[in-house]
């Protein structure tokens, strides 16, 4: 993905787009659960990045993303990372 910005601003000039979501540019989303505490959304847009083009990440509480994706098959290609994992433990991607 390409990220602009300083730290924590990941989603560079498309960040506050209309629909899709959580807000932002439209596209399709994964949740992700299972994270520490200590994971960071760098450590997760770099799981997620070869996956395709992501177009927003944002952390919604204690252990749980949605990671948005510019298609459905750049959604689907993160699906199958389901039970993969981030500094050593698995995540649960749905």
Same mark, same amino acid.
């Given at each position: @993905? =390409? %990220? !602009? /910005? +300083? #730290? *924590?601003?990941?989603? @560079? =000039? %498309? !960040? /506050? +787009? #209309? *629909?899709?979501?959580? @807000?932002?540019?439209? /596209?399709?989303?994964?949740?992700?659960? @299972?994270?520490?505490? /200590?994971?960071?959304?760098?450590?997760?847009?770099?799981?997620?990045?070869?996956?395709?083009?992501?177009?927003?990440?944002?952390?919604?509480?204690?252990?749980?993303?949605?990671?948005?994706?510019?298609?459905?098959?750049?959604?689907?290609?993160?699906?199958?990372?389901?039970?993969?994992?981030?500094?050593?433990?698995?995540?649960?991607?749905?």
């Amino acid at each position: @993905g =390409d %990220r !602009k /910005g +300083g #730290k *924590g601003d990941y989603y @560079g =000039d %498309r !960040k /506050g +787009g #209309k *629909g899709g979501g959580f @807000g932002g540019p439209p /596209g399709p989303q994964i949740i992700v659960r @299972g994270f520490d505490f /200590g994971t960071t959304e760098e450590q997760v847009w770099k799981h997620f990045d070869h996956c395709g083009e992501i177009l927003e990440l944002r952390f919604l509480g204690e252990g749980t993303a949605v990671v948005k994706f510019a298609s459905e098959a750049q959604a689907s290609r993160a699906v199958d990372l389901n039970r993969s994992t981030i500094d050593g433990n698995q995540r649960y991607i749905n």
